[in-house]
DNA sequence: TACATAATTGAAAGCGCTTTGGATGCCACT
DNA sequence: AGTGGCATCCAAAGCGCTTTCAATTATGTA
């Protein structure tokens, strides 16, 4: 079944139909409603080539997905992307996932952009500085930034959460409770967050004329393993920290084996809070100890950024071109008062 | 650049240059030269959605992500996408992701299928008799599947391990050691994979006159802290397992946490066989205590299933219907003789 | 009643590619 | 010289949709 074939058996022509159906206003609501039933009746589906072919909009947006190791089947991703699919399913949107080595992304992205089998593209894992920036500024194609990138001009469409805000809050709120040492689990030290985070505990901490150690700060991939390693090094400094901030509950995970290893007690002995991505597979609260977390749905950022990408690519209403999130500070039982002595 | 403008700058057909293109052999070998070199000269890529019109091919394929939970941000997935990622890029096809609750998959597979912007179809997470098989075949469009489905007829197109073989295999080198006491981390239960898996130790189990008790047996989420649960379960039984069998090196993380914090040593009180996905964050090699295995890399897995899937939309000659790769198992420090006594 | 205006509808021209059904020229062979 | 076979190449017809331009009918207005 095709439009031709529809529009014969409604007695109309293949203008009308095509216009009924994409929400033209110069059609009859009284043929609109025909022609819509008709639809309902025989299942028919434009064809989405054709569509494609007349006006140039593939719907579909690219993205690039890093495979190099550290990147690689990171749970973060997946989470994004079920963000992304759920919107995009919506709209009869697909992806093109092009799988490429980190080293190579400027020029993958560019060749997913040239491709011609993409409306828009979406970009994640900002870096400092990221070069990723002036290309797609340079290509005619919209796209969406997930994240920032530290030291760029901020004029590029992003959405981002307040990283910088939601580690300032963190560790205000350890300050609170009297901690004074103070760690940091962070990401990879070039990614853009680990930038904003560690920022934000190091203000926290200036106000109230703390600083934040090298010692005490790690920059790792975000697995469980690094960061029970990373703990295992903060409980064998000569000032054990008592106050542990860490960038994701992946990361947690790890670093609770290392507490509890070493014969500590969370909330009491030592107060953590994570970043929660809200990964169904881990979460804060479930922890036999529950965490105390920054919280920000990756999946609600993909819903998102989807939107945002495919709205303007159907030319659907101006978007903002940045977005900030706050995050959520939800406390449990993994932060408490500063132990009085060691 | 289009492929008129290219023809007349050619001074050929529109048809010679398509031809040329495409390898068809009736065009003069010095004219495809020209027009290959004209190609690289001015970067002409051929109108993707104008192929797929021409043709009715879309050049993707299509799969349904599920999104509940458990099957949310499977590491699993990510890692299997990459690979199928690999080999897609090599053809410029691209994937039409739609996410799916599990409940909804038939369904979704459907939707999918009569969308009309995919090629062929790829599904994984197989069941016991699973209910999209029979869809499947009422589709007129290309599949393969990612494992089998028990107790369905096996007629359909997939790629497999051989599960059954493996923890066999496994089960037997345990046995050689002098083990006596089994148990095995499971996935859920409904998942071929498990299913078959249990099967294979049972009947190397049985080979020796002995049974597994199903209280040896766990049927979980392949996540850490399900593996750790099921392991402290283990330990704590009166006639103590001293030869585990885990499903997935995720599994065997948590598995050995317990073993650890129990104050048991892996490889000697405790001797476990983890099957290996290959996923770049977790390698068997890297476990404090190296942990032997049974190997077959999901990413493989993932390239190959493209390639069938791409190969049977282009027709690029016949492929095997139905593959079954063997794993590899691999002898590290987590396998040792069992203890004299308990 | 006559005429401008608005509301609907259609015919037909692409979009850029593949492919069918010839052309054309050249050669070998009767 | 006449014929068939090959090797090359091309014109043109789609593929199924959107959209421009024009036609037709309905609605007001003077």
Not at 155 to 182: C, K, M, S, V
Not at 267 to 281: M, N, Q, R, T
């Amino acid at each position: 079944m095709n439009l031709k074939q529809l529009s014969e058996l409604l007695g109309l022509s293949q203008t009308t139909v095509s216009r009924a159906l994409n929400g033209y206003p110069e059609v009859n609501e009284a043929t609109r409603e025909r022609v819509l039933q008709a639809v309902k009746e025989t299942g028919y589906r434009p064809n989405k080539a054709a569509q494609r072919l007349a006006t140039g909009k593939a719907g579909s947006i690219g993205l690039v997905m890093p495979t190099a190791p550290g990147h690689q089947s990171d749970v973060h991703f997946g989470e994004f992307l079920a963000g992304l699919g759920e919107e995009a399913v919506r709209h009869d949107f697909h992806f093109v996932i092009m799988p490429a080595d980190p080293d190579d992304e400027v020029a993958a992205l560019r060749r997913l952009a040239i491709s011609g089998n993409v409306d828009a593209l979406f970009v994640a894992y900002m870096r400092g500085h990221d070069p990723r920036l002036p290309m797609l500024k340079s290509l005619s194609m919209p796209y969406v930034v997930h994240g920032r990138s530290f030291g760029s001009e901020p004029d590029y469409p992003y959405l981002d959460i307040d990283n910088e805000g939601a580690f300032y809050d963190a560790a205000r709120l350890l300050l609170q409770l009297g901690h004074t040492r103070f760690a940091l689990m962070n990401g990879q030290m070039h990614l853009d967050f680990a930038i904003r985070r560690k920022n934000g505990v190091i203000s926290a901490l200036a106000e109230r004329g703390l600083a934040l150690d090298e010692d005490c700060i790690s920059h790792t991939l975000m697995t469980d393993e690094q960061g029970q390693l990373a703990m295992e090094h903060f409980l064998q400094l000569p000032e054990r920290p008592t106050a542990i901030l860490c960038a994701s509950t992946v990361l947690a995970l790890g670093a609770i084996r290392a507490v509890n290893q070493a014969g500590l007690r969370l909330g009491e002995d030592i107060s953590l809070i994570a970043h929660d991505d809200v990964l169904p597979l881990l979460k804060p609260e479930n922890f036999s100890v529950p965490l105390t977390t920054t919280r920000s749905s990756l999946r609600a950022a993909g819903v998102r950024i989807a939107q945002r990408l495919i709205g303007t690519v159907k030319q659907a209403g101006p978007f903002p071109e940045q977005e900030l999130w706050k995050t959520e500070l939800i406390v449990r039982a993994s932060t408490g008062p500063a132990p009085q002595q060691l």
